[in-house]
């Protein structure tokens, strides 16, 4: 890595410094980094060319933990009056300048520059730069918000000789006030919301503060523009206090009262029905992890000879359910499901469960995201379950090692989702007829009114289920 002096050595042959101005640059160009970190701005030193009418770029600094102005170094680079007059007002002479510049990426700064003098002669400048794009976003934002409200406190204290009067058709309450806080001017809507909430008349030459003292606060915190949600009187207001002003002087205020108490009702109405679901949600996983547990108590106490399999099938049915329910609640929803997540958790069960003598792999393939309603996860779960079971069970038999390979994803030319299950397996039993075939051919014509088929093919054997959901997330 090169240091500022080597890089100033780079451009010696590009400027007009002599070698003692060459000097007192390197010196300076040694210490920009602490000048920049005690600053905390970016500090540049620029020179003026061989070229009379060109200045460039001799040396950078940046501050630590910092972000970069510039997207690359600008060393070397040119630098034009346009864009920073700055610069060029302190080379023509000017002890100090300071300007809102802008950078040669778009961005807006705000520049200081001073002189580097070698006897009294300027042989370049010392700039500081701030990045202040995003003050001077929030200014033009203010700016538009003031002359907004400026124009409406226009409308409210104009005469009311139309027929239709703007402030009138305002659902929010309106209150234009004078700079003593007394009203001057109050809309429909807010006369009626003094008259529900406190049983009196609003009038003109009122102070606000007797009808609404909770919102002292906002109206004297000293911004132009305060946005608060405040309860009075049991009721909930979005609260909007705006400073008014003309030729600069603070003038009065406006006041926008929006009414919220039935947004709030609903949002508490919304918060309980999300509880009460979501403890539906875990007792179910519970109840059917209950039974789970059962089974297993059961298979370890001893089975009759032949019927463990049918056990442990019973078993990864209950768990393939039960996994719709843990994963709503992982995710913290309501009522959708991840497919994917869920089908990773079934297959990965199922695989550890079964298959212990042999090296099966599964992999799984998922176009984005889908979620669909529990119920349809529900009847997800018991295919991926039985497919999944399936392939372990008939496709690896002559066999030590396997992969199964389970693709979810949405064919947008059907409006429809596609499950595949694809094995490796070079298996001649038949499966027509298997029990785990008919629930999954049962589920997905009569649940889903979707299609099932079964087919080998040069990879091994691919189960396929389609189906057409329209209220999925």
Avoid: W
């Amino acid at each position: 890595m090169m240091s500022i002096g080597d890089i100033c050595l780079i451009d010696k042959a590009l400027t007009s410094l002599s070698n003692e101005g060459y000097s007192k640059i390197i010196n300076l160009a040694n210490q920009l980094q602490i000048i920049a970190d005690l600053n905390k701005a970016h500090v540049f030193i620029d020179c003026e060319s061989h070229n009379c009418d060109e200045v460039i770029v001799i040396a950078e600094a940046i501050p630590k933990n910092t972000k970069r102005l510039y997207q690359k170094s600008v060393i070397g680079q040119c630098v034009y009056e346009k864009f920073e007059p700055a610069v060029f007002e302190v080379l023509k002479g000017k002890d100090f300048s300071q300007y809102r510049a802008v950078t040669q990426e778009g961005k807006v700064v705000e520049q200081s520059v001073t002189p580097i003098l070698l006897d009294e002669t300027i042989i370049g400048t010392l700039i500081m730069e701030k990045d202040i794009s995003s003050k001077v976003m929030k200014e033009k934002q203010l700016k538009s918000l003031t002359q907004a409200a400026s124009t409406l406190s226009n409308v409210v204290s104009s005469s009311k000789d139309n027929e239709i009067f703007v402030p009138d058709m305002i659902e929010e309450s309106l209150f234009d006030l004078d700079k003593e806080l007394n009203i001057r001017y109050f809309n429909l809507t807010g006369e009626k919301i003094v008259r529900e909430i406190n049983g009196t008349i609003c009038e003109t030459g009122l102070n606000i503060l007797k009808l609404f003292p909770t919102i002292e606060d906002m109206l004297t915190d000293g911004r132009v523009i305060t946005i608060e949600e405040k309860v009075i009187q049991n009721y909930h207001f979005q609260i909007k206090c705006i400073q008014l002003f003309e030729e600069g002087v603070m003038t009065g205020h406006l006041i926008l009262m929006k009414d919220i108490t039935d947004l709030k009702q609903k949002e508490r109405e919304l918060i309980t029905k999300s509880a009460a679901i979501s403890e539906i949600h875990h007792r179910v996983k519970n109840n059917l992890q209950t039974v789970a547990s059962i089974l297993r108590l059961q298979m370890r106490r001893g089975l009759p000879e032949g019927s463990e399999i049918y056990f442990q099938e019973s078993l990864n049915r209950i768990m393939s359910i039960a996994s719709v329910y843990e994963v709503i609640l992982d995710e913290s929803s309501t009522d959708l499901v991840n497919i994917e997540k869920l089908i990773k958790k079934i297959g990965n069960m199922i695989v550890y469960n079964e298959s212990s003598e042999k090296v099966i792999n599964i992999n799984y393939e998922s176009e984005g995201q889908i979620h669909l309603l529990s119920n349809i996860a529900v009847s997800l779960a018991l295919i991926a379950n039985e497919l999944i079971t399936n392939s372990l069970k008939h496709a690896f038999k002559n066999q030590t090692q396997g992969t199964i390979n389970v693709n979810l994803r949405y064919d947008l030319l059907n409006q429809s989702h596609i499950l595949e299950v694809q094995d490796t397996g070079m298996t001649d039993s038949e499966f027509a007829h298997s029990f785990g075939l008919k629930i999954v051919k049962t589920i997905s014509e009569n649940d889903l009114e979707g299609t099932f088929d079964i087919n080998r093919n040069s990879i091994g054997t691919i189960a396929r289920v389609q189906f057409q959901y329209k209220g999925d997330g």
